[in-house]
């Protein structure tokens, strides 16, 4: 069974950095597409950032590109999500998934980052 468990958040200020980290267990991620998704109080959860394993694609969403960076470690089987000039709008909880297929069907438990103002 696949489990992915987030690490990094924390309470930060306003243009802080945090690095997210989510470690996959269970079986090699080759074929995989890894992303980051948070969801704030209140709101659907969102779309932040994703990386396509084999060739190292990756994506973000508009309101966090150039800020946040997605990357991974093959060896540690992990993927990172760097957040530079944090803003109170990040703020949510965080959550890494694995997409097996066409939608991403594995979830982490989820890392709470606060920005504050």
């Known amino acids: 069974q696949v489990q992915l468990v987030e690490s990094g958040g924390g309470l930060v200020q306003v243009g802080d950095s945090l690095r997210l980290s989510c470690a996959a267990s269970?079986?090699?991620?080759?074929?995989?597409?890894m992303g980051w998704f948070r969801q704030a109080p209140g709101k659907e959860r969102e779309f932040v950032a994703e990386?396509?394993?084999?060739?190292?694609?990756?994506h973000y969403a508009a309101s966090v590109k150039g800020r946040f960076t997605i990357s991974r470690d093959n060896g540690k089987n992990t993927v990172y999500l760097q957040m530079n000039s944090l803003k109170p709008e990040d703020t949510g909880v965080y959550y890494c998934?694995?997409?097996?297929?066409?939608?991403?069907?594995?979830w982490g438990q989820g890392t709470q980052v606060t920005v504050s103002s």
């Open positions: 269970g079986r090699t991620f080759s074929s995989y597409v």
């Open positions: 998934a694995a997409a097996t297929s066409s939608d991403y069907n594995i």
């Open positions: 990386i396509r394993w084999s060739d190292y694609f990756t």
